[in-house]
């Protein structure tokens, strides 16, 4: 009866025990970490001295080494360790299922075996493990190779076990049968736990590759903004590192450990998917007159018009003489010399038109006044009488700074709402559950003009923050703008020194940027060799 009890107290630790590997193997979401946790529990949970675990490839021909562990050789290979090298076992050999080796066999069968010898064991090919014994100077005794199957009954892998030891002597002994059962089960638990964690990281990496896939259909919208979403997560975060280094001064007490590196980084390839609805044509307007087609062109004929106007105004008036009788010289010549007068006036007013016409003319109260007294002219249009610019046209041209209208404007900036109404739509799981905030923040200022929503310095954050400055800095020194040219990084520096005295952006991040050049990677792989001066 007591030996009953002692057998029943023991099943039911066992059972405990197992129950506690499986939750414990549940809970791990690292891939590496989990196979060598599968590893070491079963080797634990048998007294087993080494064990090897083989996980199948995508294509199922071939068993690769993803852990091998062994006491008493002192080895840990695969995992966190680092991969290994040898040689995968194939599943087939000249065509036919390899059933030489028995990790293969169990594999293509799914029994499981159990071999109290190997070096007496018959049917099987143990010459890898005589050499490995023979180099080593170790004695692989007992084996037990188990099949790993997930929740659909597929062998995943391979789970082998070597060298059970008895408790007291640590001698090699077999695997005992009622420990099969158990460390099946395990290998059950096991399986699933991989499956689990492939299907969490599969996952996770087609969302990844979704949002950058949105990201440069976004970017590919226009020729001129290609790669700016990848440039500006790239620049982040290389700040964000560079700041998890820092042990003194005011990032000291700063860390994002993988997680949170891992939500920034979504957060910055997802910080300007609300452009998706902005038109083509203003995020590429390079001049203060185009639309879907350059304005300027259309000025540019008019002008052609006004000159051949008084062509043949001149030439009614030479006409006219020759009518009457009058053919004198120096009429002829006036008539001409007043022409090209008027050609002359026609070709500056068309070259300050063209001047106001670019991004980065700044227009004064002045020239502003000079082009409404030329609008103000008329010419005749099929008998009715036409200004020399449309009001659509002169609005446009008295754009102060940048091509933009205050219109156009509010539609660029609209962007950072709707990448916020966008991303407020998406379940984000705990773990990256700022991303809908620091996306939607990259043109907040600490003073609080920012948009969209006007945040403050004490409403953002420092992720928030580094968005903000890699998007500038990005902007500044990009090359294929059409309505600038790239700034050397110098010139760019100093805007971004000035937006610091404007209370725009966090002065710490901006000088730990320049300090410890943070840029400087970034430039070599994206910049011109002219803009890189410092």
């Given at each position: 009866m007591g030996i009953e009890n002692k057998?029943?107290?023991?099943?039911?630790?066992?059972?405990?025990?197992?129950?506690?590997?499986?939750?414990?193997?549940?809970?791990?979401?690292?891939?590496?970490?989990?196979?060598?946790?599968?590893?070491?529990?079963?080797?634990?949970?048998?007294?087993a001295d080494a064990g090897t675990l083989y996980i199948m490839d995508e294509d199922e021909e071939r068993l690769e080494f993803a852990i091998v562990q062994n006491d008493t050789m002192k080895i840990r290979m695969g995992g966190e360790a680092g991969p290994i090298t040898w040689q995968p076992v194939p599943l087939k050999k000249e065509g036919k299922p390899n059933f030489s080796n028995v990790s293969s066999?169990?594999?293509?069968?799914?029994?499981?075996?159990?071999?109290?010898?190997?070096?007496?064991?018959?049917?099987?090919?143990?010459?890898?493990?005589?050499?490995?014994?023979?180099?080593?100077g170790y004695r692989s005794k007992s084996m037990l190779v188990i099949p790993m199957k997930n929740k659909g009954n597929e062998t995943i892998g391979v789970l082998q076990l070597i060298n059970a030891l008895d408790t007291e002597t640590q001698k090699p002994i077999p695997f005992a049968p009622e420990y099969v059962d158990l460390v099946a089960s395990l290998a059950s638990q096991a399986a699933v736990a991989i499956t689990n964690v492939r299907l969490y990281r599969d996952l996770e990496r087609l969302f990844e590759s979704f949002i950058e896939t949105i990201a440069t259909a976004i970017d590919e919208k226009s020729p001129y903004t290609a790669g700016h979403i990848r440039r500006v997560q790239e620049l982040t975060i290389a700040i964000a590192k560079?700041?998890?280094?820092?042990?003194?001064?005011?990032?000291?007490?700063?860390?994002?450990?993988?997680?949170?590196?891992?939500?920034?980084?979504?957060?910055?390839?997802?910080?300007?998917?609300?452009?998706?609805?902005?038109?083509?044509?203003?995020?590429?307007?390079?001049?203060?007159?185009?639309?879907?087609?350059?304005?300027?062109?259309?000025?540019?004929?008019?002008?052609?018009?006004?000159?051949?106007?008084?062509?043949?105004?001149?030439?009614?008036?030479?006409?006219?003489?020759?009518k009457v009788g009058a053919l004198e010289e120096m009429e002829f010549i006036r008539i001409g010399q007043k022409a090209l007068e008027q050609y002359s006036v026609l070709e500056e007013e068309k070259e300050f038109i063209k001047t106001c016409n670019k991004s980065g003319e700044f227009m004064d109260d002045k020239k502003i006044e000079r082009l409404k007294k030329i609008a103000a002219n008329k010419w005749n249009y099929q008998g009715t009488e036409m200004p020399y610019l449309t009001d659509g046209e002169v609005y446009n041209l008295s754009?102060?700074?940048?091509s933009l209208t205050p219109e156009e404007r509010k539609i660029i900036e609209n962007h950072s709402l709707v990448t916020y109404k966008m991303l407020s739509k998406l379940p984000f799981p705990k773990k990256l559950r700022h991303v809908l905030k620091y996306?939607?923040?990259?043109?907040?200022?600490?003073?609080?003009?920012?948009?969209?929503?006007?945040?403050?310095?004490?409403?953002?954050?420092?992720?928030?923050?580094?968005?903000?400055?890699?998007?500038?800095?990005e902007?500044?020194?990009?090359?294929?703008?059409p309505y600038k040219k790239p700034m050397s990084i110098s010139t760019a520096l100093d805007v971004l020194d000035s937006l610091r005295k404007s209370g725009h952006i966090d002065g710490d991040i901006l000088?730990?940027?320049?300090?410890?050049?943070?840029?400087?990677?970034?430039?070599?792989?994206?910049?011109?060799p002219f803009q890189i001066d410092c």
């Amino acid at each position: 009866m007591g030996i009953e009890n002692k057998n029943i107290e023991m099943g039911a630790f066992l059972v405990k025990k197992l129950t506690e590997i499986g939750i414990a193997l549940s809970a791990e979401k690292n891939l590496s970490r989990l196979l060598e946790k599968i590893v070491e529990e079963s080797r634990n949970f048998s007294n087993a001295d080494a064990g090897t675990l083989y996980i199948m490839d995508e294509d199922e021909e071939r068993l690769e080494f993803a852990i091998v562990q062994n006491d008493t050789m002192k080895i840990r290979m695969g995992g966190e360790a680092g991969p290994i090298t040898w040689q995968p076992v194939p599943l087939k050999k000249e065509g036919k299922p390899n059933f030489s080796n028995v990790s293969s066999y169990v594999a293509i069968t799914g029994t499981i075996v159990n071999i109290p010898d190997v070096y007496e064991a018959e049917g099987f090919d143990f010459s890898g493990t005589r050499a490995f014994d023979g180099g080593t100077g170790y004695r692989s005794k007992s084996m037990l190779v188990i099949p790993m199957k997930n929740k659909g009954n597929e062998t995943i892998g391979v789970l082998q076990l070597i060298n059970a030891l008895d408790t007291e002597t640590q001698k090699p002994i077999p695997f005992a049968p009622e420990y099969v059962d158990l460390v099946a089960s395990l290998a059950s638990q096991a399986a699933v736990a991989i499956t689990n964690v492939r299907l969490y990281r599969d996952l996770e990496r087609l969302f990844e590759s979704f949002i950058e896939t949105i990201a440069t259909a976004i970017d590919e919208k226009s020729p001129y903004t290609a790669g700016h979403i990848r440039r500006v997560q790239e620049l982040t975060i290389a700040i964000a590192k560079k700041m998890n280094e820092q042990e003194e001064g005011p990032f000291k007490d700063f860390f994002l450990n993988n997680d949170e590196l891992h939500e920034l980084r979504l957060a910055a390839w997802l910080h300007d998917i609300g452009k998706i609805v902005t038109p083509e044509n203003i995020i590429d307007k390079s001049t203060k007159l185009e639309k879907v087609f350059d304005l300027a062109n259309l000025i540019d004929t008019r002008y052609e018009i006004f000159k051949r106007d008084i062509a043949i105004k001149a030439l009614e008036e030479k006409l006219a003489l020759c009518k009457v009788g009058a053919l004198e010289e120096m009429e002829f010549i006036r008539i001409g010399q007043k022409a090209l007068e008027q050609y002359s006036v026609l070709e500056e007013e068309k070259e300050f038109i063209k001047t106001c016409n670019k991004s980065g003319e700044f227009m004064d109260d002045k020239k502003i006044e000079r082009l409404k007294k030329i609008a103000a002219n008329k010419w005749n249009y099929q008998g009715t009488e036409m200004p020399y610019l449309t009001d659509g046209e002169v609005y446009n041209l008295s754009i102060k700074k940048g091509s933009l209208t205050p219109e156009e404007r509010k539609i660029i900036e609209n962007h950072s709402l709707v990448t916020y109404k966008m991303l407020s739509k998406l379940p984000f799981p705990k773990k990256l559950r700022h991303v809908l905030k620091y996306a939607a923040a990259h043109h907040e200022r600490l003073d609080g003009t920012g948009y969209p929503f006007g945040k403050k310095a004490d409403q953002l954050s420092y992720p928030e923050r580094i968005i903000a400055i890699a998007d500038i800095f990005e902007a500044l020194t990009a090359k294929d703008r059409p309505y600038k040219k790239p700034m050397s990084i110098s010139t760019a520096l100093d805007v971004l020194d000035s937006l610091r005295k404007s209370g725009h952006i966090d002065g710490d991040i901006l000088d730990l940027f320049i300090k410890e050049k943070v840029y400087a990677e970034y430039a070599d792989r994206e910049l011109d060799p002219f803009q890189i001066d410092c």
